[in-house]
């Protein structure tokens, strides 16, 4: 069975520089640029024709370049950096191991953001404003309830370990 957390994870090229800059609050909230910059660019060729191959491949290159363009930060109190480092515990599930309900709902959020990311496809596909809109919305709030919820398993990680 193909992971496809640890799969995207090497297909963005994720080394352990890469990782502590994406743990920067910059790097994470501006993330959530990364997915309405796409749909808008594929959007555009509407009005662009051929030409909107150039903003679709600046969006793809903001997509991988996002967690390398900010430092690394020195705290490790906020949000998005405990976001961060429990999406890379959750990442080495298989040899740590996870509380059950983070598994599950790990599952859960990633299957409702596939449906999210199929509603947005069908909706830039056919040029349906709403679902391109509603598939947007969804996989963006499911996306930050994801976030969320490897914050709660960071915590949970560190309260375990002491």
Known sequence: MVDIFKLSERIM????????RHANPWS?????????????????????????LIPIAA?????WYNPRAFPPVSSNDGWAYKGVEGERLFLERRRVQIPMHHLVMARRLTLFSAVG??????GLTTLNEWAALC?????????TWFVDRM????????????
């Open 59 to 63: 969006a793809l290159f903001w997509i």
């Open 135 to 143: 598939g947007l919305s969804l996989t963006i709030t499911t996306k």
């Open 28 to 52: 994470v909230y501006t993330r959530f640029t990364c997915l309405p910059l796409v749909a808008l660019a594929i959007w555009s060729r509407v009005w662009l024709g051929w030409w909107s």
């Open 151 to 162: 914050v709660w398993l960071f915590e949970d990680n560190r309260r375990r370990a002491g």
């Open 13 to 20: 090229s994720m080394d352990e520089e890469t990782w502590a």
């Open 117 to 122: 990311g199929a509603i947005l496809v069908y």
